[in-house]
Antibody, heavy 119, light 108 residues
Framework: EVQLVESGGDLVQPGRSLRLSCAASGFTFDDYAMYWVRQGPGKGLEWVSGISWNSGNKAYADSVKGRFTISRDNAKNSLYLQMNSLRAEDTALYYC????????????WGQGTLVTVSS | EIVLTQSPGTLSLSPGERATLSCRASQSVSSSYLAWYQQKPGQAPRLLIYGASSRATGIPDRFSGSGSGTDFTLTISRLEPEDFAVYYCQQYGSSRFTFGPGTKVDIK
């Protein structure tokens, strides 16, 4: 059974940093690109960042480019999101998601970890 | 950047009725790159349809997807009580995903 379990969410002050983690199991982690998607309170889904299976290709939404860094450790079946210079508008539930076979859809999602940026 | 628009914003229907949800793209999208998700309150999104018309594993056949170019449709043939939720379309391009704003299907 595929499982994605996010952790690391917290209440932080604007300008501070936070590192999210996603522990994956139930599939061959290094066969798939992985992504972070967030959802602000009462809002829709927003793609944040993605990383290829071998970390050779990384992509970021314009809203987080230069502040967030995605990484993965295939030996530990883990995905990470380093978030720096956090802003109030980064407040959201952050989901880790796995691509499907075609690589163009997200077929499994974690339950999310909540990041709240507030003074 | 491709922008996805979904309509209607809210669809009020009764169980047993047919639901037709629309997703329109600001420019042509390859059918292979269009997906639909269902999200219920307090839950993560669930993949329903990928490649515009292929059902994901375990998705009932009352859910179907169609369309091409800039216009795509998700149809729920007969609404079950568990189908009342928010539905998002999504397109993929250049290693990034774009989601539509969602359509809420609620009970009339």
């Amino acid at each position: 059974e595929v499982q994605l379990v996010e952790s690391g969410g917290d209440l932080v002050q604007p300008g501070r940093s936070l590192r999210l983690s996603c522990a994956a199991s139930g599939f061959t982690f290094d066969d798939y690109a992985m992504y972070w998607v967030r959802q602000g309170p009462g809002k829709g889904l927003e793609w944040v960042s993605g990383i290829s299976w071998n970390s050779g290709n990384k992509a970021y939404a314009d809203s987080v480019k230069g502040r967030f860094t995605i990484s993965r450790d295939n030996a530990k079946n883990s995905l990470y999101l380093q978030m720096n210079s956090l802003r109030a508008e980064d407040t959201a539930l952050y989901y880790c998601a796995k691509t499907g076979t075609s690589g163009r859809e997200l077929d499994y999602w974690g339950q999310g970890t909540l990041v709240t940026v507030s003074s | 950047e491709i922008v996805l628009t979904q309509s209607p914003g809210t669809l009020s229907l009764s169980p047993g009725e047919r639901a037709t949800l629309s997703c329109r793209a600001s420019q042509s999208v390859s059918s292979s790159y269009l997906a639909w998700y269902q999200q219920k309150p307090g839950q993560a999104p669930r993949l329903l349809i990928y490649g515009a018309s292929s059902r994901a594993t375990g998705i009932p056949d009352r859910f179907s997807g169609s369309g091409s170019g800039t216009d795509f449709t998700l149809t729920i043939s007969r609404l079950e009580p568990e189908d009342f939720a928010v539905y998002y379309c999504q397109q993929y391009g250049s290693s990034r995903f774009t989601f539509g704003p969602g359509t809420k299907v609620d009970i009339k």
